[in-house]
């Protein structure tokens, strides 16, 4: 029982007991992990410029990917990170719309590379270092690829406008040796952007289509870390 006890205590005590010089000013944290980019989307209708307002939602699915983030500690309880990741692809997909234009519209990839200035409240010899941070989003897409639906009835060309945005954090590292660390990190960036096709059979003649899509996602990660 004594055993019991002691071994308890000190698993304990390793929990809670602080490094030397945890997090301190000038330090780099690289994190790696899988990161889930889960939209939480919504869409204004279809225009078509020679049938005008068409109904109809855009809907993003989610994907997984290798998220990446860089730190650097500016002071002891700030940070500047920045998020980057091998690019997310998306299947986009139409829905509630005339029914030839319902079912999935294209393949879409995109990085979204984000800057935050980070707070880190505790103490920074702390093993458990929760943070905070809120910066700036630019999202880049990129290899639109229309579904062989789509492609049959005319449209081509499709292109997704690039979007700024704010984007807010919250995360936690849990230091398993001075350098060595784990990591979980939640985001919720603002994407917005408007998607462009054209068309040539549309309406009988050469048109082009927009949509408005707010992507809106949350972003989930879970990784390990490394402290220089």
Do not use: C
Not at 75 to 103: C, R, W, Y
Not at 149 to 164: C, V
């Amino acid at each position: 029982m004594r055993k019991s006890y002691f071994a308890v205590s000190l698993l304990a005590a390793a929990l809670v007991s602080p490094l030397a010089n945890a997090y301190q000013q000038g330090d780099v944290i690289v994190r790696a992990g899988a990161a889930t980019v889960s939209p939480n989307d919504n869409s204004s209708n279809l225009f078509n410029t020679a049938l005008g307002n068409l109904p109809g939602d855009v809907t993003v699915d989610s994907d997984t990917q290798l998220g990446l983030t860089f730190a650097y500690m500016l002071q002891d309880h700030l940070g500047l990170e920045l998020l980057a990741a091998t690019p997310f692809t998306h299947e986009v997909k139409m829905k509630n719309s005339i029914g030839p234009l319902n079912g999935k519209i294209a393949d879409v990839s995109h990085l979204p590379p984000t800057l935050s200035l980070q707070y880190y409240p505790m103490d920074p010899k702390s093993k458990l270092q929760p943070y905070a941070g809120i910066g700036v989003n630019y999202t880049n897409f990129f290899d639109e690829d229309l579904s062989s639906q789509y492609e049959a009835l005319g449209f081509e060309n499709l292109e997704l406008d690039s979007s700024w945005g704010l984007a807010g954090q919250l995360g936690v590292d849990y230091l398993i040796t001075d350098n060595v660390l784990l990591n979980a990190a939640v985001w919720y960036i603002d994407i917005d952007t408007q998607a462009n096709m054209d068309n040539n059979t549309l309406g009988g003649t050469y048109s082009k289509t927009s949509v408005d899509v707010t992507i809106d996602p949350w972003v989930y990660m879970l990784g390990v870390g490394y402290k220089f």
